[in-house]
């Protein structure tokens, strides 16, 4: 897995092998060039302006609507968001979501971390965790005292999706948890079969790192309030979601955020819904991913790690190599012709390639990395 510390083989891909943007990474991904000239027009009245008065407010509005617009909302759902990003999430969702018993559904470096933070968390019992195998998904079980059930729609760190359902049986009240980091802007879902659907805008979204976005039902929100007067609870303010719903429906955050963040999902979201929505942008990366997976499978020396493919992701393909082939040269040949992050996740430790199919990625520029990656496997013979 490790890049040879020797030189990188001269391997130079011909022109029909560059796809137009060589930004494959699953996250940071690739920010649509459109949206960053438009950071740059607006830039002297925008960066470096308050994040309290109404060019910012009236941004932040924007997200709040196009979200609620892009995944249906139904009545009573609110868009939520923060500083700190999803991974920060997991301690709010620890802090302000989780009552007293959580269910982890743990397939991946991702949903392991939010249910070892919430083992660790003194106040919480220590939670249920169902795993399986990576490359493949758990179910959820129902069990009576469960009030979270942590769900992950896309585990990024093995290329699997999951159905986002409520567990049939479950308590009235249990919540539904969804990290949605990479799913969400990329994977049709049905918001009424969740509480709450968390994400980082880095990722389908094409914009930049920093920030949560939560989108909550009125169960979750009543939940927030329940757990904010417990006895016994405490929270600090930058755990709260209910100081974040607070500020959010002022369209503010509680502390200042990241303005070219902001403007970046305010241009994606207009980009998505201005192109069809959730479902165009679904189709487009169904398009990739139906690209990448065939030709794995026609491969001599590639095959989709997900075996079963129901189970593949659209947004995030894994791909292992045949050992006598180094992933790690062919990843450096890449790199040294402008075909940036197509690494597996690094805990993952296979020999393995692993492509961002988010909806900003062309769909014909998946097919030209597959042909690049055949070129750079023949000439590395
Ligand atoms: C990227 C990712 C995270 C972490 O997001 P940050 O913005 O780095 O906090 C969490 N969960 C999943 C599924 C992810 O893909």
Known sequence: MTTATTEIPDVRLPP?????????????????????????????????????????RSVVGKVRAGLAELFSLPDGYEVALGNGGAALFWDVATSSLIRAHSQHLVFGAFSSSFASAVAAAPHLEAPDRIE????????????????????THNETSTGVVMPIVRPEGADPDALVVVDATSAAGGIPVDPSELDVYYFSPQKCFGSDGGLWLAL???????????LAVS?????????SLGLALEQSRLNQTTNTPALATLFLM???????????????????????????YAWAEASSYATPFVADP????????????????????????????????????????????RIGMFPNVEPDDVAVLTRAVDHVVSSLG
């Open 16 to 56: 029909d092998l560059r796809p137009s943007d060589g930004r494959f990474g699953c996250g940071p991904s690739k920010v649509r060039p459109e949206a960053v000239a438009n950071l740059a027009t607006v830039s002297a009245t925008w960066m470096g302006t308050s994040h309290r008065k109404a060019p910012v």
């Open 132 to 151: 399986s195998p990576f490359g493949t998904h758990p179910e959820p079980v129902a069990r009576p005292g469960v009030d979270v059930y942590a769900l």
């Open 310 to 353: 129901a189970d593949r992701s659209p947004v995030v393909g894994t791909v292992d190599l045949d050992d006598a082939i180094d992933v790690g040269t062919v990843n450096a040949v890449l790199r040294a012709n402008g075909i940036v992050d197509t690494d597996a996740y690094r805990s993952l430790g296979r020999n393995q390639l």
């Open 266 to 292: 305010a241009d994606q979201l207009d980009w998505l819904l201005g192109n069809g929505g959730l479902d165009w942008a679904a189709a487009r990366s169904r398009r990739s991913a139906d690209t990448l």
């Open 231 to 239: 006895p016994g609870r405490w929270a600090p303010k930058s755990l």
């Open 216 to 226: 909550c039902s009125p169960r979750a929100v009543e939940r927030v309030a329940e």
